[in-house]
Nanobody, 118 residues
Framework: QVQLVESGGGLVQAGGSLRLSCAASGITFTIFRINGIGWYRQAPGKQRELVAV???????NYADSVKGRFFISSDNAKNTVYLQMNNLKPEDTAVYYC?????????WGQGTQVTVSS
Protein backbone atom coordinates (compact mmCIF):
# COMPACT_ATOMS: atom_id res chain seq x y z
CA GLN A 1 0.00 0.00 0.00
CA VAL A 2 1.48 3.30 -1.11
CA GLN A 3 1.48 6.13 1.40
CA LEU A 4 2.69 9.68 1.03
CA VAL A 5 2.82 11.58 4.31
CA GLU A 6 3.47 15.31 4.16
CA SER A 7 4.62 17.64 6.87
CA GLY A 8 6.07 21.11 7.28
CA GLY A 9 3.30 23.47 6.27
CA GLY A 10 2.26 26.46 8.30
CA LEU A 11 1.88 30.21 8.51
CA VAL A 12 4.79 32.44 7.55
CA GLN A 13 5.30 36.08 6.73
CA ALA A 14 6.17 37.19 3.22
CA GLY A 15 9.88 36.78 2.62
CA GLY A 16 10.11 33.85 4.99
CA SER A 17 10.95 30.21 4.38
CA LEU A 18 9.40 26.81 4.96
CA ARG A 19 10.48 23.27 4.19
CA LEU A 20 7.95 20.64 3.27
CA SER A 21 8.66 16.92 3.61
CA CYS A 22 6.97 13.95 1.99
CA ALA A 23 7.77 10.48 3.29
CA ALA A 24 6.94 7.77 0.77
CA SER A 25 6.34 4.10 1.43
CA GLY A 26 4.91 1.08 -0.32
CA ILE A 27 7.00 1.20 -3.50
CA THR A 28 10.75 1.32 -3.94
CA PHE A 29 11.67 5.00 -3.78
CA THR A 30 13.86 4.75 -6.88
CA ILE A 31 10.79 3.92 -8.94
CA PHE A 32 9.19 7.16 -7.81
CA ARG A 33 12.35 9.12 -8.63
CA ILE A 34 12.39 7.66 -12.13
CA ASN A 35 8.70 8.13 -12.86
CA GLY A 36 8.26 11.37 -10.99
CA ILE A 37 7.86 12.50 -7.41
CA GLY A 38 7.20 16.05 -6.40
CA TRP A 39 4.83 18.74 -5.31
CA TYR A 40 1.64 20.30 -6.58
CA ARG A 41 -0.40 23.08 -5.02
CA GLN A 42 -3.97 24.26 -5.14
CA ALA A 43 -5.09 27.71 -4.11
CA PRO A 44 -8.75 28.48 -3.38
CA GLY A 45 -10.73 28.74 -6.59
CA LYS A 46 -7.81 27.63 -8.74
CA GLN A 47 -6.75 24.42 -10.41
CA ARG A 48 -4.07 22.23 -8.93
CA GLU A 49 -0.71 23.07 -10.48
CA LEU A 50 2.73 21.52 -10.62
CA VAL A 51 5.28 23.21 -8.38
CA ALA A 52 8.37 21.02 -8.62
CA VAL A 53 9.21 17.46 -9.57
CA UNK A 54 12.11 15.01 -9.69
CA UNK A 55 11.99 12.53 -12.55
CA UNK A 56 14.31 10.41 -14.63
CA UNK A 57 16.27 9.70 -11.47
CA UNK A 58 17.62 13.19 -10.86
CA UNK A 59 16.11 15.67 -13.28
CA UNK A 60 14.28 18.54 -11.61
CA ASN A 61 11.62 20.78 -13.07
CA TYR A 62 9.95 23.82 -11.58
CA ALA A 63 6.99 26.03 -12.29
CA ASP A 64 8.17 29.37 -13.65
CA SER A 65 6.56 31.15 -10.70
CA VAL A 66 8.85 29.41 -8.17
CA LYS A 67 12.14 29.14 -10.07
CA GLY A 68 15.01 30.49 -8.03
CA ARG A 69 12.95 30.46 -4.81
CA PHE A 70 11.90 26.82 -4.35
CA PHE A 71 14.21 23.83 -4.41
CA ILE A 72 13.27 20.16 -4.53
CA SER A 73 15.54 17.46 -3.18
CA SER A 74 15.36 13.92 -1.90
CA ASP A 75 16.96 11.66 0.66
CA ASN A 76 16.91 8.14 -0.72
CA ALA A 77 17.88 6.62 2.62
CA LYS A 78 14.77 8.17 4.18
CA ASN A 79 12.47 7.70 1.17
CA THR A 80 11.66 11.36 1.51
CA VAL A 81 11.34 14.27 -0.89
CA TYR A 82 11.65 17.85 0.31
CA LEU A 83 10.56 21.22 -0.96
CA GLN A 84 12.57 24.12 0.38
CA MET A 85 10.58 27.30 -0.13
CA ASN A 86 12.39 30.62 0.22
CA ASN A 87 11.29 34.21 -0.23
CA LEU A 88 7.68 33.17 0.09
CA LYS A 89 5.00 35.43 -1.35
CA PRO A 90 1.31 35.74 -0.51
CA GLU A 91 0.51 34.19 -3.88
CA ASP A 92 2.25 31.01 -2.73
CA THR A 93 -0.59 30.44 -0.29
CA ALA A 94 -2.18 27.08 -1.12
CA VAL A 95 -2.57 23.50 -0.06
CA TYR A 96 0.56 21.67 -1.13
CA TYR A 97 0.26 18.04 -2.18
CA CYS A 98 2.94 15.44 -2.58
CA UNK A 99 2.54 13.41 -5.78
CA UNK A 100 4.32 10.25 -6.87
CA UNK A 101 3.93 8.23 -10.02
CA UNK A 102 4.51 4.52 -10.51
CA UNK A 103 3.19 1.84 -12.86
CA UNK A 104 0.81 4.27 -14.52
CA UNK A 105 -0.77 5.39 -11.28
CA UNK A 106 -0.72 8.77 -9.55
CA UNK A 107 -0.47 8.71 -5.77
CA TRP A 108 -1.30 11.72 -3.60
CA GLY A 109 -0.65 12.80 -0.07
CA GLN A 110 -3.30 14.37 2.12
CA GLY A 111 -2.02 17.90 1.58
CA THR A 112 -0.47 20.47 3.87
CA GLN A 113 -1.56 24.10 4.15
CA VAL A 114 0.93 26.87 3.47
CA THR A 115 -0.24 30.38 4.26
CA VAL A 116 1.91 33.43 3.53
CA SER A 117 0.85 36.68 5.13
CA SER A 118 1.72 40.05 3.64
Amino acid sequence: QVQLVESGGGLVQAGGSLRLSCAASGITFTIFRINGIGWYRQAPGKQRELVAVISGGATTNYADSVKGRFFISSDNAKNTVYLQMNNLKPEDTAVYYCNAKAFGTDYWGQGTQVTVSS
